[in-house]
T-cell receptor
Framework: DGGITQSPKYLFRKEGQNVTLSCEQNLNHDAMYWYRQDPGQGLRLIYYSQIVNDFQKGDIAEGYSVSREKKESFPLTVTSAQKNPTAFYLC?????????????FGPGTRLTVL | GDSVTQMEGPVTLSEEAFLTINCTYTATGYPSLFWYVQYPGEGLQLLLKATKADDKGSNKGFEATYRKETTSFHLEKGSVQVSDSAVYFCALSDWDGNTPLVFGKGTRLSVIA
């Protein structure tokens, strides 16, 4: 089945540690996205990538980093510079151009900083 | 820039009640419009979409009509069920589809038996 996988579903880290969240898609989509969601809140865009080896900052990129070395993969690193990293992180992807504008989401990773 | 405004929740309804969640947008050109649903602890799922004026998207008893004259895309369902309890997000895609979707803040719906 085609889809987006995120791992792990729950992640715990100690304050001051970097942690990497995985996002993989087998939909052959060009574009991939990372969002952060806080309890009872909407989505905030962290980073996005429209093509391999290229990515752009979203609204809240500070304290995060990404890479896009393969079309299928878009890992997100939450660095120790992120002041309040506890949140629910959602990855999404979509095909390119008009007519392929639907974003599809993964199941999410819940990160808790202890 | 483009923006989406949807009614604030939470919305609490009794089973079999009629549901409307309002969504209005600001955009240049001809955006596509979407409704997504998020069940507790899960990612977002596409509920329905419409790509041009007067199109009606529908799925699982939910409907929304793309109204360009009022820049609206209100979500409706004639008879809600407890299983419809979730957070609903309205979103738009700009005319060329090459930028991230713009989302509303979400509306939490609780349906009680």
């Amino acid at each position: 089945d085609g889809g987006i996988t995120q791992s792990p579903k729950y992640l715990f880290r100690k304050e001051g540690q970097n942690v990497t969240l995985s996002c993989e898609q087998n939909l052959n989509h060009d574009a991939m996205y990372w969002y952060r969601q806080d309890p009872g809140q909407g989505l905030r865009l962290i980073y996005y990538s429209q093509i391999v080896n290229d990515f752009q900052k979203g609204d809240i990129a500070e304290g995060y980093s990404v890479s896009r070395e393969k079309k299928e993969s878009f890992p997100l690193t939450v660095t120790s510079a992120q002041k309040n990293p506890t949140a629910f992180y959602l990855c999404a992807s979509k095909g390119g151009g008009r007519g392929t504008d639907t974003q599809y989401f993964g199941p999410g990773t819940r990160l808790t900083v202890l | 820039g483009d923006s989406v405004t949807q009614m604030e929740g939470p919305v609490t309804l009794s089973e079999e009640a009629f549901l409307t969640i309002n969504c209005t947008y600001t955009a240049t050109g001809y955006p596509s419009l979407f409704w997504y649903v998020q069940y507790p602890g899960e990612g977002l799922q596409l509920l329905l979409k419409a790509t041009k004026a007067d199109d009606k998207g529908s799925n699982k008893g939910f409907e929304a009509t793309y109204r360009k004259e009022t820049t609206s895309f209100h979500l409706e369902k004639g008879s809600v069920q407890v299983s419809d309890s979730a957070v609903y997000f309205c979103a738009l895609s700009d005319w060329d589809g090459n930028t991230p979707l713009v989302f509303g803040k979400g509306t939490r719906l609780s349906v009680i038996a």
